[in-house]
């Protein structure tokens, strides 16, 4: 089968559906792989890349459409390519059947097989076909971008000799795959991050990121299943506008985000709330190409209304040409691989993920598929309930430990105390009775053995007590002195390890040698890596 990739024809569009890279994964599947001369200039990508990997440059669009039993594409298709595609042909690519609606008509006079990469369902397994949150995580970090171009201060805060500039205040409207993305790029700058999301089940995810979650006082689920927010009741609204105008005078930065599926964009930053927004403030409208979040926003276009820097384009991916197509073609490649390859190809439309993103098949346009059930990292929120009051140490104590445990964790952790207690008691008599033993005529080893044996007993009981709880922000200095101890248990083991090569003291050196080994180059190890995670 002859897979073709046509040059992309909106103004603007630089991206690519398939890298240099791909093709020789599309040639794996068994496919051939036909590329219209300089459709990957914009992505940084050359013929003379392509043709190396084994595709073939064709010299026009017509070639590829008239020409390929799949064709793959980012942006919907034009009319003349539409035109262009012969009957029966497969058209994988970003489709936005509600801003044309006879798109998809016209696609289906000539009984082409429509599949929407937006349709992807939102479940574990499509993941790695997931092009919506692959093209939406850059989105976000390009908006952040675009809003720092467009703002005349830093993000951080600096104090300098000519006066202190305060800290750069960023609100995320809809904490998606991009509003999560823009959170983190904000942070990463410096600003104080704040969020909405209809979704209380985020709020723990923003949080993390060091963000502050903001909530209406009104008590209503937003989750609309698959990832999605959902439409708010007329009271939620409400209430929801009067957050926004107390959040308007104080933020410098507005990133909107919301979308709602197969609707289009919801109005959430009013024109009332851009007047409130300080003069130099910057809203960036993600969901612009959708009818936009913010009432002045034009598409395509950046604006000034009331003194605010309005940024509506819809290219914020296309900005990022190269890592984007990187990414897209990654999951055009997991969706080819999902229909079967060349060898096994089928539009299997009892398999959920083709059924979710068929639009149109066999001259027929199909009817949406029921909803997908929640993947399982998607927990449901419960409603919005009184404040927690802390726990008590004790109880927060327990829950650093694990909670609640079932029964076989409890007898398991039973024996293991039974064992611990045992080993424990056996020390102690024999602590005691050669005590009692000790005499004025008593060897000198003997006497040396209980002078080690009670250092011992002590360092494994106030040993046990003070790793045992240690708070967790304190494990990497831990190790650290862990492996200053094992160098010093390392030294003491060469200093005993002489003498008679099978007597008891070179025998346990050697021992203490190598156990000292072990651990010392095991905490290395670890606190290496620990380490590096705080690398940038």
């Known amino acids: 089968m002859r897979v073709g990739i046509p040059k992309e024809t909106l103004q603007g569009e630089r991206r690519v559906a398939v890298t240099p890279d791909t093709v020789r994964k599309l040639r794996d599947l068994g496919f051939t792989v036909a590329i219209e001369t300089g459709a990957g200039q914009g992505a940084a990508c050359t013929d003379e890349a392509y043709q190396a990997a084994g595709a073939e440059i064709v010299p026009d669009a017509a070639a590829v459409l008239g020409g390929c039993e799949i064709v793959l594409k980012v942006r919907p298709p034009s009319d003349t390519e539409i035109e262009g595609l012969r009957e029966g042909t497969t058209l994988i690519s970003f489709v936005h059947k509600l801003q044309d609606p006879a798109r998809l008509d016209r696609l289906n006079a000539r009984r082409v097989t429509v599949l929407a990469m937006e349709a992807v369902p939102r479940i574990s397994r499509a993941q790695k076909m997931d092009a919506l949150s692959s093209q939406a995580n850059l989105v976000g970090y390009r908006a952040v971008i675009e809003a720092a171009h467009n703002f005349g201060s830093f993000f951080t805060q600096q104090i300098t000799a000519a006066g202190k500039i305060p800290q750069a205040k960023v609100l995320v409207i809809g904490a998606g795959v991009a509003g999560l993305a823009a959170l983190g790029a904000a942070k990463g700058l410096g600003a104080a991050i704040r969020a909405f999301d209809t979704r209380a089940s985020v709020k723990e995810q923003i949080q993390s990121m060091g963000g502050e979650f903001l909530e209406v006082q009104y008590t209503e689920d937003g989750d609309g299943g698959g990832g999605y927010a959902k439409e708010m009741s007329p009271a939620f609204i409400e209430a929801e506008m009067a957050l926004f105008a107390q959040q308007a005078a104080e933020v410098d930065i507005v990133i909107t985000t919301a979308l709602i599926p197969n609707k289009p964009a ?214 650290s002195v862990t492996n200053a101890i094992s160098g010093i248990i390392l030294i003491g083991g060469m200093m005993h390890a002489h003498g008679d090569a099978m007597g008891p003291a070179a025998l346990l050196g050697t021992l203490a040698i190598l156990l000292a080994t072990i651990n010392a180059a095991g905490g290395f190890l670890v606190t290496h890596r620990m380490l590096k995670m705080f690398r940038k």
């Open 266 to 479: 919801p109005k959430l930053w009013l024109e009332a709330h851009v007047k409130l927004m300080k003069p130099g403030s910057v809203v960036v409208d993600l969901a612009a190409e959708n009818g936009g979040n913010c009432e002045c926003t034009v598409k395509d276009e950046i604006v000034v209304r009331h003194g605010v820097t309005i940024i509506g384009l819809t290219d914020h991916a296309s900005r990022v040409a190269t890592t984007a197509s990187q990414l897209y073609s990654m999951n055009m490649v997991h969706f080819l691989t999902d229909l079967g390859g060349a060898a096994k190809w089928n539009v299997n439309l009892d398999d959920e993920i083709i059924r979710g993103a068929c639009l149109a098949h066999d001259g027929a346009i199909l009817a949406p598929p029921p909803p997908s059930q929640p993947s399982p990292g998607a927990v449901k929120a419960a409603p919005a309930a009184a404040p927690i009051v802390s726990p008590p140490p004790a109880a927060r104590k327990a829950k650093r430990h694990g909670g609640h445990k079932t029964l076989t964790e409890t007898k398991t952790e039973a024996r293991k105390s039974y064992v611990y207690e045992s080993i424990g008691l056996l020390l102690i008599a024999l602590w005691i009775y050669l005590k009692l033993s000790v005499t004025g005529t008593v060897s000198t080893h003997t006497t040396e053995f209980l002078q080690h044996l009670t250092v011992f007993i002590l360092a494994c009981f106030v040993g046990w007590q003070v790793v045992w709880n240690v708070t967790a922000a304190l494990h990497t200095p831990l190790m």
